[in-house]
């Protein structure tokens, strides 16, 4: 049976619910608190979840509350779902009264009063308020609370809270005064009128807080820093650490840079100082360089046993021990006060008297940064340079400071071995760059050179200069010719090569010959004999294009760049030169030697060198390579000779492998998929095979391969190719002989397009 909220049980007023099929009896007997007595309470009615009314013990009423008709029927949850996590947050206060505070006859206490709308019950917490002095939290824990006498039997319900009501909780009376804005929208929801919130009075006792602390503060002195509890600071400052880098200069006789590490914990002002060993110092153990605690600013030695005390005696009578009296004084007068480090002290450039030895702070880490910075305004962390070991020690001779140099090269071994006599006593061979060596290995650029010699036979003696990248050494053998008179061979053994005009026999080591030195056009004196370079290998110039940072004269914008600039003022007299009949269709060509010429006229020699028109010819080349050929029975023979030797005989999971990345069996298939066919079936073939093999299968259109073709050229039992000799498949089935003829023939259109003069022209003009 469902009835209006406020009406009164008449008929008329009450409504049976006609979709109710289930009629439970009520409980009539319980146990509480161990009395077994009969049960009066009433069991919550369904509600509508949309409901406005916020009533647990009455069901809310439809939209249209003036309406004679009975509502209609809806789907009905229990309170305890259709409200679950809806409270009703109210504002409150109430005044405790004061016996011992004469200023303060009473105390604002403010709460907070909570109703739970799923089961009606209510909850008082006070906020908490520092330096308050009285225990707060939850005052009244979560229950139904009943009303004041006379109505004791029944709960506080939500028609009783509201704002600007006084409410009797416990014997304590609680004044409202406001809420939050869900408790507004859900008691106006409910035709609940809330009025405003009021303003709630000042406490009196905090009030006197107040003034007590500003009088402390103006009494005490303005300089003087704030006194902070140890424990406080250990829970505001627990786990942060400034950590500094610094050193100690040691200037005893075998003392060096000590490279050390400072930690300055915040949480109790502590600090510790470790070491850093570099690598190799023959120094090992502890690294700690200074424990754990306060450092004291001042040190002028260790005290004696005895002269510090924590108590200063002012008089002791008595001859023994056992019968001895004494007067202590408690003010410790004569007592000097220690002082000792704090983070205000500690700055980049600050010198630290680490009992007698002094440190100096050299940088810190980011998050002592941004603490100085947000604390002390501090925007600038420059690190100081440490002062570094050096094999040239200063020694007085004469009165005066001068540096001890090593003595010069005596022409016995390398520059680098004779350093490391002269620097330790134990001398070790020098370490080569080992780096370099497996990054490099095989690495070789070779030249064609001629001897430049006033002696005509010597003029026309062809010499290749091979560079090694992996240790920069140089060798030089001759072509021998037939009839010429000489040998030929081995000219010049692998070795560095200096540079001219140095001092061989100085203290300092020599400049040696750099890849970038060698290049075409290039005149150089190797050992006493003068070279000019007139051509280089196709691995050279490719090895030097594909670098350019490390070989200028192949830089291909760098070169552009400057024939732009000396062509731009005589575009059109270059173009016509280039190309006299003036034909300059989609592919106009011209030759090496006639753009090398044509060049030279607006470059010397000196700003435009061969090499750069070589990789500018190279660049623009309009010459093509052949494609390799490949014979497809040799290249089926070497595979089956493979297969043979690996006694491979799984066609079938071929069949299914294919059928698996192919499942609607197209008839042809792209390359990746026969790549990932090869390698998961584990045939035994290399790189160089793959590659001959995926060249020699019939492809179509869109370059995709044949299926059948593919298992075709694999099947050994029905189509089967005579053998072959084992051979080298890498070099000898499918030769790839470089293209050595690239540059000779210039594609003029591209070499025009990339120097971009037309555009401008046609700018200039409209």
């Given at each position: ?5 406020g009406?009164p049980m008449l008929?008329?007023a009450q409504?049976y619910?006609?979709?109710k ?7 009539t007997l319980m ?11 009433r069991?919550p ?13 009455c ?12 509502p209609k ?7 305890w779902?259709?409200?679950?996590k ?5 504002s ?6 004061l016996?011992e505070?004469?200023?303060?006859p ?5 709460v ?13 917490t006070?906020?908490?308020v520092?330096n ?9 824990h979560?229950q139904?609370i009943p ?5 004791d ?6 028609f ?5 009501i006084?409410v ?8 409202i005064?406001?809420?939050?804005i869900f408790t ?8 609940i009128?809330?009025p405003?919130?009021?303003?709630e ?5 905090t009030?006197?807080r107040?003034?007590?602390?500003l009088k402390q ?5 303005p300089?003087?820093l704030?006194?902070r509890?140890s424990?406080?600071?250990f829970?505001e400052?627990d786990r942060r650490v ?18 050390l590490?400072i ?7 502590t600090?510790?100082?470790k070491e850093?060993?570099?690598r ?15 450092l ?7 005290p004696l046993p005895?002269q510090?005390?924590?108590v200063?005696?002012l008089n ?5 021990m ?6 202590a004084?408690?003010?410790n007068?004569?007592q ?11 700055q980049?450039g ?28 501090i925007?600038?962390?420059?690190c100081?340079p440490?002062?570094?070991r050096?094999d040239v020690r ?5 009165g ?5 140099r090593l ?5 016995w ?16 061979p020098?370490q ?9 290995d095989?690495?070789?650029l ?9 002696i ?6 062809e010499?290749v200069?091979?560079?090694f990248?992996a ?7 001759e ?8 040998l030929g061979?081995?000219f ?5 090569v ?12 020599p400049?040696?010959?750099r890849?970038?030195?060698?290049y075409i056009?290039r ?9 000019h ?5 196709e691995f ?8 350019p940072?490390?070989?200028p ?8 760049q400057?024939?732009?600039d000396a062509?731009?003022p ?8 280039c ?9 106009t ?9 044509t060049l ?7 700003c435009?060198?061969?090499h ?5 010819c190279?660049?623009?080349?309009a010459?093509q390579?052949?494609?390799p ?9 070497a595979?089956?000779l ?5 006694l ?13 990345i192919n499942?609607?069996c197209?008839p042809?298939?792209?390359e990746?998929q ?7 079936c ?26 059948r ?9 029905n189509?089967q ?13 499918c030769?790839?002989l ?10 003029f259109t ?6 971009g ?7 200039a003009n409209s």
């Open positions: 049976m469902m009835r209006l909220p009406m008929p008329g409504f619910d006609r979709g099929r289930r009629h439970p009896r009520q409980q146990h509480y608190q161990g009395i077994q007595m009969l049960s009066d309470r069991e009615e369904l509600v509508e979840p949309n409901g406005i009314v916020a009533d647990p013990k069901p809310p009423v439809p939209a249209q509350i003036n309406s004679l008709w009975a029927a809806t789907t009905k949850l229990p309170p779902l259709a409200y679950d809806q409270v009703l947050c109210f409150a206060y109430f005044k405790e009264n016996t505070i004469y200023h303060a009473y105390q604002v206490r403010k907070k009063i909570y109703f739970y709308l799923e089961d009606g019950t209510m909850q008082v006070e906020p908490k520092e308050s002095g009285i225990p707060q939290g939850c005052l009244v979560r139904r009303k004041a006498p006379p109505t039997r029944e709960f506080i319900s939500i009783d809270l509201n704002v600007d006084d009797q909780i416990f014997d304590r009376i609680y004044h005064s406001g809420c939050d507004r929208q859900f008691l106006n929801r409910a035709g009128f809330v405003e919130t009021q303003q009075p000042s406490d009196p006792t009030e006197i107040k003034r007590s602390g503060t103006a009494s005490s002195c300089s003087a704030p006194k509890h424990f406080a600071q829970l400052f400034l950590k500094f880098q610094g050193y100690w200069n040691d200037r005893s006789e075998f003392g060096d840079v000590r490279k590490e930690c300055y914990y915040l949480a109790d002002d600090i510790d100082i850093k060993f570099p190799n110092s023959g120094r090992e153990g502890p690294s700690t360089f200074l424990k754990r605690g306060k004291p600013k001042e040190f002028t030695g260790l005895g510090q005390t924590a200063t005696l002791v009578l008595g001859s023994n056992r019968d001895v009296r004494y007067v004084d408690p003010l007068t004569g000097k006060p220690l002082h000792y480090y704090n983070d205000q002290d500690l980049i600050a010198v630290l008297n680490v009992f007698g030895r002094s440190v100096v702070l050299t940088g810190c880490d980011q998050f002592t940064q941004s603490y100085y910075r947000e604390k002390y305004g925007q600038e962390f420059e100081q440490i002062p570094e050096s200063p020694y007085t001779q004469g005066g400071m001068t540096k001890r003595p010069p090269y005596n022409g071994g390398s520059h680098e071995d004779s350093e490391g006599n002269c620097i330790t006593v134990e001398p070790k020098p080569a760059d080992f780096k370099k060596l497996f990054k490099y095989g690495c070789i070779r030249f064609g050179a001629k001897l430049v010699s006033a005509r036979d010597n003029g026309e003696r010499f200069i091979s560079y990248l240790d920069d050494t140089v060798q030089i053998y072509s021998s010719r037939r009839n010429s008179g000489f061979g081995e010049l053994k692998k070795a560095r200096p540079l001219p005009g140095q001092d061989m026999f100085g203290s300092s080591r400049e040696y010959y890849a970038n030195d060698f056009g005149t150089m004196t190797l050992k006493d004999h003068i070279f370079i007139v051509s280089a290998d050279t110039l490719m090895y030097m294009e594909q670098h940072s490390e070989f004269v192949a830089d291909i914008q760098s070169i552009m400057k024939i732009r062509v731009r005589q575009y059109k007299q270059f173009v016509l030169q190309k006299p009949d003036g034909d300059l269709g989609d592919f060509t011209v030759g090496f030697d006639t753009l090398r010429s030279l006229l607006y470059l010397s020699k000196e435009l060198l061969n750069e028109i070589v990789t500018v190279r660049y623009f080349s010459e390579a052949m494609p050929s490949c014979d497809r029975n040799r290249v089926r023979a595979a089956q493979e297969l043979k030797r690996a491979w005989n799984s066609v079938d999971e071929l069949n299914d492998h294919l059928s698996h499942p609607g197209k042809y298939i792209s990746a026969v790549r990932s066919t090869l390698r998961g584990r045939l035994p073939f290399s790189l160089e095979l793959v590659e001959d093999i995926l060249m020699v299968l019939q492809r179509n259109g869109q370059n995709e391969i044949e299926v073709d593919f298992l075709a050229f694999f099947n050994m039992r189509d190719v005579p053998d072959i000799a084992p051979l080298n498949i890498a070099f000898e089935l030769p790839k470089p293209f050595l003829h690239k540059g000779r023939l210039v594609d591209w070499f025009l397009a990339y120097l003069l037309e555009e401008e022209l046609k700018r």
